[in-house]
């Protein structure tokens, strides 16, 4: 069972999935949401009609690299990429000494 570090409490994530404007995102909040709410990977994939592994990446990745991962990035122009991905890497966890 994949659980969720503790960058944001279940309460954060649920409002994050209520204010979010694009869908992409929202729908990756409400992945998460769902999960933090003790529910599995799994039992969250299929209620939302979703693939298991895409949502399983979701949860690893916001566990590897925090909320700013979530953004939908398809409309970012290259610099914007390039920024979020610096910001990512300075605020990623040290895994191995966790």
Do not use: H
Request: proline share 3%; with cysteine.
């Amino acid at each position: 069972m994949q659980r969720l570090r503790g960058y944001l409490s279940t309460w954060e994530l649920q409002q994050r999935y209520k204010t979010c404007s694009d869908p992409v995102e929202a729908k990756r909040w409400y992945l998460l949401w769902q999960v933090s709410r003790a529910e599995t990977v799994k039992e969250v994939a299929l209620q939302m009609d979703i693939d298991y592994d895409y949502a399983l990446s979701i949860v690893r990745k916001y566990n590897r690299c925090g909320p700013s991962i979530l953004k939908d990035n398809r409309k970012l122009t290259w610099r914007s990429r390039r920024a979020l991905r610096q910001e990512i890497e300075q605020n990623r966890p040290d895994i191995f000494n966790d």
